[in-house]
Nanobody, 126 residues
């Protein structure tokens, strides 16, 4: 079993930055693909960014391209989401997810992910 714990969320003004971390435990995730998802009130969960097992290939939702960066440190069993130039529409609960599918390609869809964190709230004020 893999346990995922997100941290780094909070309240920030528009234009500010936050760095989310997702620490995995229970098993090494160095061969797992990882993803970040978010869900705003009244909206469906959506993929934000994803990274393949080696960190060589990434995916970003169009609305966050150029502002968000996903990365991973396999030695620390941790995945990060650096969020810059935050906008009020980025407000949501952000979830980290892991899949044992060690694909070369990042996985944007939620269905393949079998492990999820509890989420961390990100609130961007205007």
């Amino acid at each position: 079993q893999v346990q995922l714990v997100e941290s780094g969320g909070g309240l920030v003004q528009a234009g500010g930055s936050l760095r989310l971390s997702c620490a995995a435990s229970g098993r090494t995730v160095s061969r797992y693909n990882m993803g970040w998802f978010r869900q705003a009130p009244g909206k469906e969960r959506e993929s934000v960014a994803a990274i393949n097992w080696s960190g060589s290939n990434t995916y970003y939702q169009d609305s966050v391209k150029g502002r968000f960066t996903i990365s991973r440190d396999n030695a620390k069993n941790t995945v990060y989401l650096q969020m810059n130039s935050l906008k009020p529409e980025d407000t949501a609960v952000y979830y980290c997810a892991a899949t044992s599918s060690g694909s070369y390609y990042p996985i944007a869809e939620a269905l393949p992910y079998g492990y999820w964190g509890q989420g961390t709230q990100v609130t961007v004020s205007s």
